[in-house]
């Protein structure tokens, strides 16, 4: 299975500051997600980022308050711009990867953000 | 569009109880499906999966199996323990929608000891 690591796992940020996540995977994937969850809520996609392209945000997110980079097949990183208290969430990173039985989805630990 | 309907929670359990959580899924094309869980104060983690139909997962006690017929892929687990205490997501991922996942809104379980 992949390993995916997450950098901050937990932070506090200012209101109006702005604030990247870092993901790294142990193997080489083409298709990594951003994922948001808010306090009690289930997840609910924000990106799909594919090395060599720009990535593609679902209905209610844009790329100037959340942009992505994907420099690589085993990193990416989300930064979450301008921030308010409604950006207090979880973000998790996530990779498909591929086997005899299927593709599976894995998630890196998540970040913990709280902005006050 | 993909959608999981997810049997509401919160649910509370005594010890070694039976544990049914439900799920039912609506997709275009033939997806794959999961269940994950997320300890209190941890990420999310893959407890199992099944990728086609009558296939069945099971992991730690905990299996579902994947019904095409009922569209259903429930959760069951024969004698819960208090370590099982958790938030459970049904989730489906298909190709249609370039493999990403869409998730059911989670269940939280509480087993009491």
């Known amino acids: 299975s992949a390993v995916i690591s997450q950098k901050p796992s937990r932070d506090i940020c200012q209101r109006g500051t702005s604030l990247t996540i870092q993901c790294q995977v142990d193997s080489q994937v083409t298709m990594m997600f951003w994922y948001r969850q808010q306090p009690g809520q289930s997840l609910t996609l924000i990106a799909t980022?594919?090395?060599?392209?720009?990535?593609?945000?679902e209905s209610g997110f844009v790329i100037d308050k959340f942009p992505i980079s994907r420099p690589n097949l085993t990193f990416s990183t989300l930064t979450v711009s301008n921030m308010s208290p409604e950006d207090s969430s979880i973000y998790l990173c996530?990779?498909?990867?591929?086997?005899?039985?299927?593709?599976?989805?894995?998630f890196g630990e998540g970040s913990w953000l709280t902005v006050v | 569009g993909n959608s999981v309907t997810q049997m509401e929670g919160p649910v509370t359990l005594s010890e070694e109880a039976f544990l049914t959580i439900n799920c039912t899924y609506t997709a275009t094309g033939y997806p794959s499906l999961f269940w994950y869980v997320q300890y209190p104060g941890e990420g999310l983690q893959l407890l199992l999966k099944a990728t086609k139909a009558d296939d069945k997962g099971s992991n730690k006690g905990f299996e579902a199996t994947y019904r095409k017929e009922t569209t259903s892929f429930h959760l069951e687990k024969g004698s819960v323990q208090v370590s099982d205490s958790a938030v459970y997501f049904c989730?489906?991922?298909?190709?249609?929608?370039?493999?990403?996942?869409?998730f059911g809104s989670g269940t939280q379980l509480t087993v009491l000891p």
């Open positions: 989730a489906l991922s298909d190709r249609g929608s370039a493999r990403q996942l869409t």
């Open positions: 980022a594919n090395q060599g392209s720009e990535a593609t945000y």
């Open positions: 996530s990779v498909i990867q591929g086997s005899n039985s299927g593709n599976t989805i894995y």
